[in-house]
């Protein structure tokens, strides 16, 4: 059963307002509670929350940078939640480290709930105090992740999560935006559900720094093996990439937690190779720009519909179009033309 969306704003909770340093010290701190509550002003549409969010990233940001950031993809029903929980717990029990796990769960196009379910799916996690799991709503947002997962990041790490694993809806037409957010994206698969060379869409896997056959165990490991091989030989025909990685295909099996340090240690190898040779480097400040580019998107969107004369006029329009009175392409340069019309300066 799905439950209504969250509130988007930090008033109205009950409990009293943090100061804005307070959200910083917390933060920093590692306080739990308080970067639970960093990230909800952060993730709030509010406008009195805009300001206190970007303090609050203004403050941490020099704090972060610092850790692991693995993007993880996949068809629904692959596993990718049991996976996150066996590989999270390889790192809290094996390697001694902490983990953060940012997981985004579709949004009803009809009600706009969501089910954030991750923590119920990952049990070991979740009672870990070394782990901290954000679910967050996607809210219609493309690109498989949710609109503010970068801050969100940029938070766990003030926090002194070394390890952030981003968990997405899974593959779609525009599950991307996690790659330009992430130092390595690896993509889950499972052997013998069809013609698995058929159904890889090529711009996944040009972008893919890795590739794990999950669920490689009892009768179906021989064709996970079968299936490893058969991946391996396809990235073979695809052109070398520019930062002198060659993704490796990997086997496991999260529920018997076999291959997952083999996962990890292709992960940090990976994260050595790019550090050594300046393309990690080169590559997160690609990604700054891409979420500045983002950002003025949306505060552009923002403008558009907040605009008087836009929100007048832009419902007589839709009703227009939906009549077939006007064309979409006459529609949007009349509300647009409209839109570049306002003063500067106007609300």
Request: with cysteine; charged share 25%.
């Amino acid at each position: 059963m799905r439950v209504p969306p969250r509130p988007t704003g930090t008033a109205g909770r009950g409990r009293r307002r943090l100061a804005p340093e307070e959200y910083v010290q917390g933060v920093l701190s590692g306080n739990r509670t308080v970067l639970a509550r960093a990230i909800t002003v952060v993730e709030s549409d509010l406008p009195s929350d805009g300001e206190l969010a970007a303090h609050i990233l203004d403050a941490v940001l020099p704090h972060t940078g610092r850790s692991l950031r693995v993007g993880i993809t996949g068809v629904p029903g692959v596993g990718k939640s049991t996976f996150i929980d066996a590989l999270g717990m390889h790192l809290i029990r094996e390697r001694g480290e902490n983990v953060a796990v940012l997981s985004i769960d579709p949004s009803s196009p009809v009600s706009g709930g969501s089910i954030l379910g991750d923590k119920t799916r990952m049990e070991r996690l979740a009672v870990e105090e070394r782990a901290f799991i954000r679910p967050s709503p996607s809210r219609g947002h493309l690109g498989g992740v949710a609109r503010r997962t970068r801050e969100t990041l940029l938070l766990c790490e003030a926090a002194g999560y070394r390890n952030n694993l981003i968990e997405t809806v899974g593959v779609g037409q525009s599950e991307t935006a996690v790659r330009s957010m992430t130092d390595f994206f690896l993509l889950l698969m499972l052997a013998g559900a069809g013609d698995e060379l058929q159904g890889m869409k090529r711009g996944i896997i040009e972008m893919l720094d890795g590739m794990a056959i999950n669920k490689a165990d009892g009768d179906n490991l021989r064709k996970a093996e079968r299936a490893r091989i058969e991946y391996s030989s396809a990235l073979h025909l695809f052109p070398a990439s520019p930062d002198g990685w060659t993704p490796r295909v990997l086997t496991c099996s999260s529920l018997h937690g076999n291959g997952i340090p083999e996962i990890w240690r292709m992960v940090l190898d990976h994260h050595q190779l790019l550090a050594a040779n300046g393309h990690l480097e080169r590559r997160r400040k690609g990604q700054a720009l891409e979420w500045m580019n983002e950002l003025v998107g949306l505060g552009l969107e923002a403008a558009f519909r907040a605009d008087p004369a836009v929100a007048e006029r832009l419902p007589l329009l839709k009703e227009e179009v939906i009549q077939g009175r006007v064309t979409p392409f006459a529609a949007s340069r009349e509300i647009l033309a409209l839109f570049r019309a306002r003063p500067p300066g106007a609300n």
